[in-house]
């Protein structure tokens, strides 16, 4: 296989690189689903749900899906936890130290105005509230690398609790949950008691008495706008009021940030920070001189930006990482996170010729733009591609190959005799593990057949189950 494998084990790791038990559970849950001769019936009720849900995509499409949940078992789950919340400690400490180190921020070559944004006050303790670290998770050994890092957005909380959701009215999600006990994970609920404690902490206790008014910010354009509702009923429910706010409508004077509806007490920032940079506006302004006078907690400050970048991985593995990281911490980043290089006009780029080792990504990229697998590229667009990054500083990671589980499509597929044809077959996966206020929350669970797995390619989306 192409590419670098996953990392092998190390003799004080031994105890940690068993087989995940979900593996065992998925293929037990698709043979279920093949003895009722692919469970027509109920995966098209399910189909329906998902087509009267909000999970669509931003054209309006529901989201593609798989029949078979993505499942671990409760040690599982703790393991999920120690790969997530042990990356989550090392991003605090990469974000103190790019506010308190020049030579950390030297490395990252932020614009004026963002490194200035990244190091504004922000009155409240959590360095980075809500994140979601992607992982490359082989559950056959137990090994694992890390994709990206993404801090303060709720991206994939609503696809996977719609999935789950339709899976539950299935006959065989029912037969299984006879001899096995399922849980999902609350996400939205998680999400919204992390954004409230931080108002809290930055405004006091009683602002859930007198209602406290959140909007959460972004561009009209990049939001879905049933998340956001369905994020507010879990705000509602403790209390406080979540409202979708353009950044082009924010204003912001006299210490007060208000939108066209009126004064906000607090921001949850979904905005990534990049598209901000991307997209001026006097409403950015307002966000920005908000920022940098700390008095209206902005909930995933600026300061998440850096340890959000591609730069961070390249920065785990320089010489600058000894000066914030212990031993341990330098062994489990040069372990788990794919080597990662930062270009340049000085880069010598024949070392990255063997296109099948890499991948190149825009430094600040989101979304999954302009990121081109070497393994789907010629050789010459490949050197186009590393010659057009060296300009702007991208970066090049080590490509990791993709561990692969079982998969049966959600949408029935017919023959022309009626029956279900629908093919099981393996897909690779990436898992998103959440983290709330630095603890694990749940897993965002993507699957696919090509060598990048994003909503632009053969992606389906599903549902994760912790089984008892």
């Not at 078979?68 to 990356?87: C, G, I, N, Y």
Request: proline share 6%; charged share 25%.
């Amino acid at each position: 296989m192409p590419g670098t494998a996953l990392d092998a084990p190390r003799d004080d790791e031994a105890a940690e690189r068993a087989p995940f038990d979900g593996l065992a559970l998925e293929r037990a849950y698709l043979q279920l689903a093949q003895e009722r001769e692919g469970d027509h019936a109920s995966r098209a009720a399910a189909q329906a749900y998902l087509d009267a849900s909000p999970a669509k995509y931003h054209g309006g499409e529901t989201v593609p899906w798989g029949f078979v949940p993505k499942l671990f078992s409760r040690r599982d789950a703790e393991r999920l936890a120690h790969m997530a919340e042990t990356m989550g400690a090392i991003m605090d400490k990469l974000t103190r130290a790019y506010r308190t180190d020049p030579a950390v921020r030297r490395a990252f070559g932020f614009s004026p105005l963002i490194e200035r944004l990244s190091l504004a006050p922000v009155p409240y303790r959590a360095l980075i509230p809500i994140a979601r670290v992607d992982v490359f998770l082989d559950e056959r050994t137990g090994a694992y690398k890390f994709c990206e890092l993404n801090t303060d957005g709720s991206a994939g909380m609503m696809l996977t609790t719609e999935v789950g959701r339709a899976l539950q009215g299935t006959a065989t999600y029912r037969v299984f949950a006879e001899s096995h006990a399922l849980a999902a994970y609350d996400l939205y609920g998680q999400c919204a008691d992390a954004v409230i404690s931080c108002a809290r902490e930055a405004l006091g206790d009683d602002v859930l008495r007198d209602g406290l008014r959140i909007a959460a910010v972004d561009y009209a354009e990049s939001v879905y706008l049933a998340e956001i509702q369905e994020l507010a009923n879990a705000f509602e429910a403790r209390g406080a009021r979540l409202r979708f706010t353009d950044v082009r409508d924010l204003s912001y004077r006299d210490g007060v940030l208000s939108d066209a509806q009126g004064p906000i007490d607090a921001v949850f920032h979904r905005v990534v920070t990049g598209e901000l940079a991307d997209k001026p506006c006097p409403g950015a302004d307002a966000l920005a001189a908000c920022a940098e006078e700390g008095r209206v907690p902005i909930v995933g400050a600026f300061r998440t930006w850096p340890a959000a970048t591609k730069t961070a991985f390249a920065v785990f593995h320089s010489p600058l990482a000894e000066t914030f990281l212990t031993p341990e911490e330098l062994v489990f980043v040069r372990a788990h996170v794919p080597e990662t290089v930062v270009l340049d006009e000085k880069t010598d780029l024949s070392r990255f010729r063997n296109r099948s080792r890499w991948i190149a990504k825009p430094a600040d990229g989101y979304a999954g733009k302009g990121v081109v697998a070497g393994l789907d590229a010629t050789d010459d667009s490949w050197a186009e591609t590393l010659a057009e990054l060296a300009g702007v500083h991208g970066i090049v990671q080590e490509y990791v190959p993709q561990p692969s589980m079982p998969f049966m499509p959600g949408t029935p597929s017919v023959d022309s005799e009626g029956s279900d044809d629908t093919p099981a077959f393996e897909v690779n996966a990436m898992i998103g593990l959440y983290l709330f206020n630095g603890r694990f929350g749940g897993v965002f669970t993507r699957v696919g057949t090509s060598n990048i797995i994003d909503y632009t390619t053969s992606r389906y989306n599903l549902a994760t189950f912790v089984v008892d």
